[in-house]
């Protein structure tokens, strides 16, 4: 199994600005995403962080809103820019290995924008 | 275009009842299924993972049906408790294993001691 790590659990944000949230993997990971979930929504994954390059963004979702680094196998950055309140949503990391079979998830990052 | 159905959204029982939290999904090409649980406010907890070429799992009270053909997927909790009280949610993984899951609404359920 792996243990995620996300950082800040929770965050009330000005409108405008912008955040950083980091999510660790306690264990060398293939696959690592990252997802939203809005109020009583369910999850929409937002792109795949790929080691030492680009992030792979899902539709509707672009890399100037949200973009996202993985410099290494168990680490991951996701920012979200410019926030609107219709960014406030429980963002989360979740990882997993290419040939295994369970997807893991952090505890998410709450964020409000006020 | 997959897509994930979870009725019913939201369900309250009395405590010690079992009960069926039901997932449909439209593409029966599937690599894998998973149920989780998600306390308010808080993230996702796997519970169980059934594999394309499986039909059930099981882990203590829990246990998770696949019928790929049909497309559709049951968790099954035995004697309730109010400690069960949560949001399940299903998601399937994509076929070309890219490790992205494509979630259901969830059913919210409520254990009444």
């Known amino acids: 199994s792996a243990v995620i790590s996300q950082k800040p659990s929770r965050d009330i944000c000005q409108r405008g600005t912008s955040l950083t949230i980091q999510c660790q993997v306690d264990?060398?990971?293939?696959?690592m995403f990252w997802y939203r979930q809005q109020p009583g929504q369910s999850l929409t994954l937002i792109a795949t962080a790929n080691q030492g390059s680009e992030a792979t963004y899902e539709s509707g979702f672009v890399i100037d809103k949200f973009p996202i680094s993985r410099p290494n196998l168990t680490f991951s950055t996701l920012t979200v820019s410019n926030m609107s309140p219709e960014d406030s949503s429980i963002y989360l990391c979740?990882?997993?290995?290419?040939?295994?079979?369970?997807?893991?998830f952090g505890e998410g990052s709450w964020l409000t924008v006020v | 275009k997959q897509e994930v159905t979870q009725i019913p959204a939201a369900l309250s029982v009395p405590e010690g009842e079992n009960l069926v939290l039901n997932c449909s999904f439209t593409?029966?090409?599937?690599?894998?299924l998973q149920w989780f649980r998600q306390d308010p406010g808080k993230g996702l907890t796997s519970l169980l993972l059934i594999q394309s070429s499986q039909r059930e799992q099981t882990s203590g009270r829990l246990n998770a049906s696949l019928d790929k053909s049909s497309g559709r997927s049951t968790l099954y909790i035995a004697a309730s408790q109010p400690g069960d009280s949560a949001t399940y949610l299903c998601?399937?993984?994509?076929?070309?294993?890219?490790?992205?899951?494509?979630f259901g609404q969830g059913t919210t359920l409520q254990v009444k001691p």
């Open positions: 264990s060398q990971v293939t696959m």
């Open positions: 593409d029966s090409a599937i690599y894998n």
């Open positions: 998601a399937v993984r994509r076929p070309s294993n890219t490790g992205k899951l494509i």
């Open positions: 979740s990882a997993g290995a290419l040939s295994g079979n369970t997807i893991y």
